[in-house]
């Protein structure tokens, strides 16, 4: 009787977990890094949740099975399981990408390096390094004194010209989560846009938005 209430327990647990809004607020942090140009801030609380919210699926689910709980029930809490570890997989997968893309980009400003958890930092370096030493030692080492950078063309150069960036003026698709009027938006790009009614798909520069969509009132789709 006593392992029966302690399977159910743990299945009101769980249900409790699941029906937080944390795995929603997963997948929109995954379409917004996605669709972002320029890698975004890491969900340094909500990762942490959605990890720990995973054990707990993983160790329920072995708890049901070995207790012989229906498969159709089974089944369920595994859809779950894997909803949030694709998303999960995923999100880190796309900030990967763009950490390996722009790396250079990324640690040149405290404002590009913040953005990345401890472990992405890390990462970040580490692949700078490594990239810098084979760049060395196949390349820029047999080249005159002048073009030995791996950040610009020669030392001619007034600007890092050899760093890839992201296109800010890139378009994405978004959608206001509330009415926003010119004043949300730069001064300088307030003439683009004169407002962005709630829930509307627009199609917009991303610079454009930036201002607002980095304060969470419009999502990337």
């Known amino acids: 009787m006593a392992s029966g209430n302690g ?4 299945m009101d647990d769980y249900e409790t977990l699941i029906s937080t809004t944390d795995v929603e607020l997963l997948k929109r942090a995954w379409r917004n890094e996605k669709a972002a140009p320029e890698i975004l801030q890491y969900e340094t609380a909500l990762i942490q949740r959605i990890k720990e ?5 993983e160790q329920n689910v072995e708890i049901f099975e ?11 809490y595994q859809m779950d399981l894997d909803r949030s570890q694709f998303l999960l997989r995923s999100y880190l997968r796309i900030r990967l990408q763009k950490i390996e893309k722009y790396l250079f980009h990324i640690l040149k400003t405290d404002d590009q390096l ?3 958890s401890r472990q992405e930092q890390v990462f970040a370096r580490r692949c700078t390094d490594d990239l810098g030493s084979h760049l060395d030692e196949t390349v820029l080492s047999r080249l005159p004194d002048n073009y030995q950078s791996v950040l ?3 030392v001619t150069s007034e600007e890092d010209d050899m760093v890839p960036a992201p296109r800010l003026d890139t378009f994405v698709v978004c959608k206001a ?3 926003l009027s010119g004043l949300d938006f ?3 790009y307030s003439t683009e846009i004169a407002e962005l009614e709630s829930d509307l798909l627009t199609f917009a520069c991303y610079k454009f938005i930036k201002k607002p969509f980095e304060k969470g009132m419009i999502d990337l789709v």
């Open 7 to 10: 399977s159910v327990s743990m």
């Open 53 to 57: 919210q995973i054990q707990l699926a």
């Open 66 to 76: 070995s207790n012989g709980i229906g498969s159709l029930t089974v089944s369920l």
């Open 114 to 116: 913040n953005r990345l």
């Open 152 to 154: 610009k063309q020669s």
């Open 177 to 179: 989560r509330q009415y």
């Open 186 to 188: 730069e001064p300088e």
